[in-house]
């Protein structure tokens, strides 16, 4: 244990640079002769670099609270307020009425409440004049104040194919100033950061109800984002719309803002579709618009892990993680393995690739990241601190059996129960300072990365000139940047005595999760007939050697005591590094290369239900698995 300690101090000195910018911490510039040399090596760092990004931050971009109303009109009785508190670390009461803290505060946070309606439930609960005027809000009122809260919801959510009932801009201004109220009561400049957003929540259609739902994310403050209202799928189902609000934005207000797709696995093919929604090919202009709205996917979440599927990635063996795959968002329409490649991060990146060489523009050149999609308010992805997705699903020992997505086909095949959920995810961005502008501009450069709820620390950089002992030097992170770019980035035209690109990677356990088991370098590109390819490398493996097919020897192990949901970190390293050069580049075909780290296996938070309420899972529940990161890419363009 001694050895494992001292290996992670040294390896977090080196892989995680300071991340005191913003706190006023660090001395002002002094007068100092021209020609001095300065002793500290750190004086002018970030002043010589404005990229270099000098801490990690961790945090969700896309938590609901009873502002949502598929939160609130089910049970959820937390509001922003209590969201914030949670995630800086304070204990606070779940909807069920359970004490919940988490093991550590976040250092960001993003509360995206659906814009569909927003605030409908708090309305509900105010009996608030303004709705009791309409319609439908006065026949929803009354049945959630009758006990019939499901009931209400289950109508509401079918008139959002239709229309919009309540159709009241006023009492969306109302709740939108509650939430941009708390965010700024809440950010507090390189201590928290509130970045304040919405969800917009299209389902393309009612016959076709595929998701495309992006979390909307503003860097400014109250004074410009009070100038507009968030903007719903009533508004328009079509994403090109919702990016014609957010350069309305931009252009009235100065400000700045992005969107984050989520859940292509429920799009039934639509997310990374090569035609537009309105049915119109892709053009170079729609691939440019994308780009610069949306920079990053959030890759997993608790509605299924969206990273690889094992029909898409057949060798390999850890590419089914919490799998959703049986139809639709709604449960309407069943998957068909066609769909498959257009929902996936890593065939979508491959397909990007496709279409920049048919386009001139890459429509799909995202990084990535995770988040919770919780609709508890609380941010929770730990396995033995795991809060479910709504409030029904908040700890209790028949969780397990419970609707996550009850079918509206009535196809119990298509419906989603809460065993398949997974606890994920976390949101990791390498910035400057942890700020609104620090964490957002981070998102913007895609120096960002998921995890599927564990803290492992990863860095990734590409380039032409690393050498094999520049990753286990102290100051691996800056010749990280001056040699390459870091994960993101674009590789720079090869010098001419270079004939393939070397990779550096260094990862380190989160010191509260299990050891690392390997670190793996996927590669997609597109062959000289336009197909795509793929293959994954592993470069850095716990206590085992790399055989001749780039892959561990053997796997890592399993310390997993299922029945007392438990481990031992008796397998796997604290820390692992590797200096990678591409073994079967071809400087014609363009590439996209991104990293993954593996932890050992350890108990799942079914594990933790059964032996908490000592129970027994059914025989397809799992009861242990790999915890895992994926970092952002990096391209090469021929």
Aim: proline residues 5%; charged residues 25%; contains cysteine.
């Amino acid at each position: 244990m001694k050895k494992t300690m001292v290996i992670y101090a040294i390896i977090s000195l080196c892989l995680c640079a300071p991340a005191f910018a913003g706190t006023g911490l660090s001395p002002g510039k002094q007068d100092v002769p021209e020609k001095q040399k300065i002793y500290s090596p750190y004086v002018e760092r970030t002043a010589k670099d404005k990229n270099f990004a000098e801490g990690l931050y961790w945090g969700d971009t896309h938590l609901h609270t009873n502002y949502s109303t598929d939160a609130g009109m089910v049970g959820n009785k937390l509001s922003p307020e209590e969201a914030y508190r949670f995630a800086k670390g304070e204990e606070v009461l779940s909807s069920t009425g359970q004490r919940a803290r988490l093991i550590r505060p976040l250092d960001f946070l993003v509360v995206a409440d659906h814009a569909e309606n927003l605030g409908l439930a708090p309305m509900i609960a105010e009996s608030n004049s303004d709705l009791l005027k309409t319609e439908y809000g006065k026949k929803w009122h009354d049945m959630v104040n009758a006990g019939e809260g499901y009931e209400a919801f289950r109508e509401w959510a079918s008139s959002v194919f239709e229309e919009d009932r309540i159709n009241s801009s006023k009492m969306q201004r109302t709740v939108w100033d509650r939430q941009i109220e708390v965010a700024e009561k809440h950010n507090e400049p390189g201590r928290f950061t509130a970045l304040i957003g919405f969800e917009w929540s299209s389902f393309n259609s009612k016959e076709t109800p595929g998701n495309l739902h992006r979390v909307v994310i503003f860097k400014d403050d109250e004074q410009k984002v009070s100038r507009v209202i968030p903007f719903s799928a009533f508004d328009s189902p079509d994403p090109e719309d919702l990016w014609s609000y957010m350069a309305g934005y931009e252009d009235e207000t100065g400000g700045s803002v992005l969107a984050i797709p989520h859940n292509g696995n429920l799009s039934n093919g639509l997310m990374f579709a090569t035609e537009r929604a309105n049915g119109k090919p892709l053009t170079k202009e729609y691939a440019e618009t994308r780009m610069k709205w949306e920079p990053l996917y959030e890759v997993t979440q608790i509605k299924g892990d969206g990273e690889a599927h094992p029909k898409l990635s057949m060798t390999d063996e850890f590419a089914d993680y919490g799998t959703w795959d049986k139809g639709d968002i709604a449960g309407v329409k069943p998957k068909k393995d066609e769909m498959l490649p257009f929902e996936y991060a890593r065939s979508a990146l491959q397909i990007g690739l496709q279409q920049e060489q048919k386009l001139g523009a890459n429509p799909f050149k995202f990084g990535m990241i995770g988040s919770t999609d919780a609709h508890t308010a609380l941010s929770s992805t730990r396995e033995e601190n795991y809060w479910g997705k709504f409030a029904g699903g908040e700890p209790q020992a028949d969780r397990y059996e419970h609707y996550v997505i009850k079918a509206f086909s009535g196809d119990e095949r298509l419906s989603t129960f809460a065993w398949e959920e997974v606890a994920s995810g976390l949101a990791a961005v390498w910035a400057r300072e942890n700020t609104r502008e620090g964490i957002f501009e981070g998102m913007q450069k895609k120096e960002a990365y998921a995890t599927t709820g564990t803290r492992i620390v990863v860095r990734f950089f590409g380039g032409w000139e690393y050498g094999e002992d520049d990753v286990y030097r102290p100051d691996a992170v800056e010749i990280g940047y001056d040699k390459g770019v870091p994960m993101g980035g674009d590789l720079p035209a090869a010098p001419n005595d270079r004939k393939a690109p070397v990779f550096m990677v260094g990862a380190m356990k989160d010191p509260a999760s299990g050891n690392l088991d390997r670190i793996q370098i996927i590669k997609g590109w597109v062959d000289a007939k336009g197909e795509r390819q793929e293959r994954i490398y592993d470069v850095a493996c716990a206590g085992r050697a790399i055989n001749k097919k780039g892959r561990c020897e053997s796997p890592v192990g399993n310390t997993v005591d299922e029945a007392n949901a438990t481990y031992l970190n008796t397998i796997g390293d604290a820390e692992l590094r590797a200096v990678w050069t591409d073994p079967d580049f071809n400087e014609e075909y363009p590439a996209v290369y991104y990293a993954r780290v593996l932890e050992i296996p350890t108990p799942t938070w079914q594990a933790y239900d059964a032996q908490f309420y000592g129970i027994e899972m059914p025989d397809q529940v799992p009861l242990s698995g790999q915890e895992r990161a994926y970092t952002s890419p990096i391209w090469y363009t021929p």
